[in-house]
Nanobody
Framework: VQLQASGGGLVQAGGSLRLSCVAS????????MAWFRQAPGKEREFVAA????????GYADTVKGRFTISRDSGKNTVYLQMNRLNADDTAVYYC??????????????????WGQGTQVTVSS
């Protein structure tokens, strides 16, 4: 399976973007999915995650209340709605999957498929 992330771009502070992550294959039981980001010179950090059933969700404290993760399993797609963006949100955003749904809270070591990343730039 491959993951294709899209939806990044340049936005002014306070604006919104919606990222999408499409899986190349349909599965009967969806994967646990997550979004991470990496800013220049910084380590990759967790942003949000959603379990296969679409109801169990977690967020990093830095995005809680501003970002919303969701999924449309019929379209093999996970979304990240990002509102009230600020300069600290500038990063390359990656989606990732734990195809075996091994753990919650989600653990990075179980993420066995990663997308290619989409750039989000927030101008102040």
């Amino acid at each position: 399976v491959q993951l294709q992330a899209s939806g990044g771009g340049l936005v002014q502070a306070g604006g919104s973007l919606r990222l999408s992550c499409v899986a190349s294959e349909h599965t009967v039981v969806p994967y646990d999915m997550a979004w991470f980001r990496q800013a220049p010179g910084k380590e990759r950090e967790f942003v949000a995650a959603i379990r296969f059933e679409g109801r169990t969700i977690g967020y990093a404290d830095t995005v809680k209340g501003r970002f919303t993760i969701s999924r449309d399993s019929g379209k093999n797609t996970v979304y990240l709605q990002m509102n009230r963006l600020n300069a600290d949100d500038t990063a390359v955003y990656y989606c990732a999957a734990d195809r075996l749904r091994r753990s919650w809270p989600l653990q990075v070591k179980y993420l066995d498929v990663w997308g290619q990343g989409t750039q989000v730039t927030v101008s102040s």
